[in-house]
């Protein structure tokens, strides 16, 4: 069944009333624990580099730092989705589902970051050459096209990583998927249905800014709302589709 | 022996803690519209009101929150205009 942007809205709002002190709470929790850890890792940075150990290869320091970071911050990220998932399907949520992707096989979700990141990459080609052929031809002209080069990047960014959108809930909601099947799966999903998606999100850009003019408060409040809306649009299109059974793996008879 | 009547249609509503909350924002915003915090908590108090809207119509608590954070948003936003005019109209 298709169901109308206000209809998944409502039923957002019915799912988290009453729950917002958990999500907030998990939220708060959340940016205390990455405040920690990154104050850990700059003084971390510091020691290293006035012990000077490390001056030869700081720049592989610095992305190895970089990548614990984004790793960590990403897990959580989908802890915060599973606390959100668990109030939507089960009514209930506990603060153990903050670190639900350190103990389900968190490299899947990692793969999947991995792959989203690497896919935008390859979407700013288009901008590139833009911006490529700008600078050789110099004069105002180019300059425009140098600049005009970051729009078309950020479109086609958004545009390209659209139809992996859903992965991460895929993961969350089947426990057994990979990688590649998760992003097979939400691209199944988000099929004759991109537009759909499109418009719901851009329907949250007027409550956002109020969100914004109360000094990132409402945000609290706004975050969950925004991410159970998304939810239960996948659960809209699971529900109408279903996602493709997961390839089956081969028996096969490791003695024979 | 006369019996009252009872209205089955009539169903106690239960609290709503987002309406309320909401027609306290919009009280807050009002009162502090002069010092801009009608944006902070008119913004928070039309925030309440939609997230309160889980039934098919709007509360009477979240609907007068909504009119009064509108009500102390645009003070607010009248006294800004009036505070860069002054400012302007000196300089």
């Given amino acids: 069944m298709k ?21 907030i709470g998990t939220m708060l929790v959340l940016s205390v624990i990455i405040l920690v850890f990154c104050v850990l890792l700059y003084m971390m940075i510091v020691y290293t580099n006035f012990s000077g150990g490390l001056e030869s290869s700081s720049i592989g320091m610095a992305l190895i ?8 911050v990403s897990l959580f990220g ?24 350190f103990r389900s096989h968190p490299m899947r979700f990692l793969g ?14 288009p901008g590139f050459t833009i911006s490529v052929i700008g600078k050789i031809m110099g004069g105002n002209g180019g300059i425009l096209l140098e600049y005009g080069s970051v729009p078309v990047n950020l479109v086609m960014q958004f545009f390209v990583s659209l139809q992996y959108t859903l992965a991460p809930l895929v993961l969350i909601d089947h426990p057994d998927y990979g990688i590649m099947e998760s992003l097979r799966s939400s691209k199944e999903l988000m099929k004759g249905n991109r537009w759909r998606y499109v418009v719901l999100i851009l329907s ?29 649009f996948y659960l809209d299109r699971k529900e109408e589709y279903g996602p493709p059974e997961p390839a089956p793996v081969p028996e096969t008879n490791f003695w024979s | 022996m006369d019996f009252i009547e009872v209205n089955d249609s009539i169903t106690p509503q239960s609290p709503n803690n ?4 909401s ?10 519209c002069c010092c801009l915090g009608g944006f902070l908590f008119g913004g928070l108090g039309i925030i309440y009101a939609i997230l309160s809207h889980t039934e098919r119509e709007l509360r009477g608590q979240a609907l ?22 002054v400012q302007g109209g000196g300089s």
């Avoid at chain 1, 800014?209 to 709302?225: D, M």
């Fill in chain 1, 3 to 23: 169901r109308t942007r206000a209809q998944l809205k409502t039923q957002a709002r019915q799912a988290l009333e009453g729950n917002y002190g958990v999500v």
């Fill in chain 1, 65 to 72: 730092w970089y990548v614990l970071y984004w790793s960590v």
């Fill in chain 1, 78 to 101: 989908i802890g915060i989705l599973r606390v959100i998932y668990q109030i939507c399907m089960a009514g209930t949520a506990d603060f153990g589902d903050l670190f639900y992707a």
């Fill in chain 1, 112 to 125: 999947v970051f991995a792959l989203l990141v690497l896919i935008r990459l390859l979407a700013n080609i």
């Fill in chain 1, 204 to 232: 949250f850009i007027g409550v956002l800014l109020l969100g914004y003019l109360t000094l990132g408060i409402g945000l609290l409040w706004l975050f969950p709302y925004y991410q159970c809306t998304v939810l239960f």
């Fill in chain 2, 18 to 21: 987002m309406a309320t909350a």
């Fill in chain 2, 23 to 32: 027609l306290v924002m919009g009280i807050i915003a009002c009162v502090t």
């Fill in chain 2, 64 to 85: 007068a929150g909504i009119i009064l954070s509108v009500i102390a948003m645009l003070l607010s936003l009248m006294g800004l205009i009036f505070i860069f005019a």
